[in-house]
């Protein structure tokens, strides 16, 4: 069987290091798995003990119920033991993140490289392809610097980056699209709202909210002040929930902060009603009822329109309603995407509705697969990414062996 794999990415090279009859793959860049090496700050945060198939739409926004079968026959301990295989061993850490014991993501891609080559892989770098046509029954690519090739099977990996010509020749064959639009990315924001802040100043949890339309979506996490405007977990996860409503706001929107989300808003008002009488003689900025670094809390009393310097003994009412408010729903403003064009992740891509997540073969054109995140569909931080390209990969090249085995076994 002749097959070909469109993308050297992370999904492209698991199939591979999964499939038993070898493949050849097509790669426009110089080298394999560049996106991979990059993960995790070049840790690579490959998978996350917290996946289950019950839980799925904690963390994949698009996707979540067709990837339900997909990761309860490979769950994350199924990703950890198919990588202790290949010699990586794992570890797990906040979150239930797993990296590689040695904090190295090139142990991750050297060994996946080695068992794909190992299993008869051939790959064809600084080759792209540019279409995709159905020939009596074979299927023809068209390459940028090649000429056309035939084969029984085309699998795309190709990530988020589906360029004109190859989606255009796919439109022809019956498929649709979905549009790509940046998700898991930083928040810009007008840091006027926020005085006293200092860039770098991180909270341990929060929660940020904003409306579109009847719509509200929110994220909870560790948060990071920059000089920009908002990073860290709960700003990557929220704009991962809202990638599409961000993008057809033109990414300016009114959103707001809970600096205490783990407390209802009678539990934070209740702890400054006991600061007054416990810590009467204290001056507000000298002590935060919650825990939130020293410049927030400056900036919540400024935005309070209260004076840092009073004593809690002389802290009336309406002043003390105004700090609950703003310590439970701090306005602020979005007002772009920080670092443009240097996100990991797009939403969108071939539409879900057109592939069988029981083998990852498209509906419209038997022979033709489709792995991760070329599909419309993508995931918050944390491994969650990764671990829908090895869990569809995997699909995938189990079918095929299957398929192989029963041609085998009928000779």
Known sequence: MKIAVIGAGASGVF??????????IFEANASALKKLLLTGGGRCNFTNA?????????????????????????????????????????????????????????????????????????????SSARSVGRVENEFEISFSNAGAERFDAVVFAVGGAWTAPLRDSLIKLGHSFEPPVPSLFALKADMRQFPDFKSGTSVPKAKISAKFGAKKLCAEGALLFAHFGLSGPAALKFSS??????????????????????????????????????????LLKNFCPIELPSGLWLSILKKSSVPDDMAYSSLDKISERKIVQNLTEFAFDITGRAFEGGEFVTC????????????????????????????????????????????????????????????????
């Open 15 to 24: 199939f591979a290091a999964n499939l038993n009859c070898g493949a050849r």
């Open 50 to 126: 917290k996946i289950s198939p019950g839980r799925l739409s904690e963390y994949y926004p698009r996707g979540a119920n067709n990837l339900r079968k997909c990761i309860f026959d490979f769950g994350p301990k199924e990703v950890v033991e198919a990588f202790e295989d290949m010699g990586v061993v794992s570890k797990e850490e906040a979150d239930g993140r797993i990296f590689p014991a040695s904090d190295k993501a090139s142990d991750v891609a050297g060994a996946l490289m080695r068992r794909a080559r190992e299993r008869g892989s051939i790959f064809v770098f600084n």
């Open 241 to 282: 929930l809202a990638a599409r409503e961000l993008a057809a706001c033109n990414y300016n929107c009114a959103a707001h902060i809970n600096f205490a989300p783990q407390l209802a808003a009678a539990e934070v008002e209740g702890r400054i009603a006991a600061a007054r009488t416990v810590h009467a003689k204290r």
């Open 348 to 411: 969108g891509g071939l539409c879900r509705r057109e592939v069988d997540f029981s083998t990852m073969q498209s509906r419209i054109q038997p022979g033709l697969f489709f792995l991760g995140e070329c599909l419309d569909i993508d995931a918050i931080t944390g491994g969650f990414n990764l671990h829908a390209a090895w869990s569809t990969a995997k699909v995938c090249a189990n079918h095929i062996n299957k398929k192989l085995l029963e041609k085998f076994l009928k000779k």
